[in-house]
């Protein structure tokens, strides 16, 4: 019940272009946001995120990288949510860990399941590697209630 409540929370953070959307029951702490632009992710103040602390553009960078989408943005002018640009962005592959969570892969990729199925994944993909993931292979931020190192 408390889970379901969590879930259903949307907060928003405007500044003269942008919207930042920020829906806390689907985040997985992966924390590329504050570890990466502390200015605006900060989890130490409230409200945790500030759209006056970085470029419109700097924000929109980090606000991608995000695997859940638990953070995304609209643009005030047009009031509709922002996915990336599924086939056309991200030509390039990274991999990289997240301190003490999951592997993160940025890039459009397909991702064959135990099933042989092939789903298509873009943008930003978390894989557990905390191995405590009801959701394999991806992450479901169960690494912080493990307090997964690595
Ligand atoms: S690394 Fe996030 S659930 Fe395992």
Known sequence: MEEDKRREIVKEYSNKDITIVWKPGICIH???????????FD?????????AGASTERMIMQIDRCPSKALTYYYNSKKETVMEEESTKKEEILVEMAPDGPLMVTGNIPVKGKDGKIEL???????CRCGGT???????GTHIVNHFKG
């Open 121 to 127: 994944k873009y943008g930003t993909t978390a894989f």
């Open 30 to 40: 992966a924390t590329f946001c504050w570890r990466e632009l502390l200015e605006v």
């Open 134 to 140: 009801k959701n394999p292979p991806y992450c479901d």
């Open 43 to 51: 989890p130490e103040k409230r409200p945790w995120v500030n759209p």
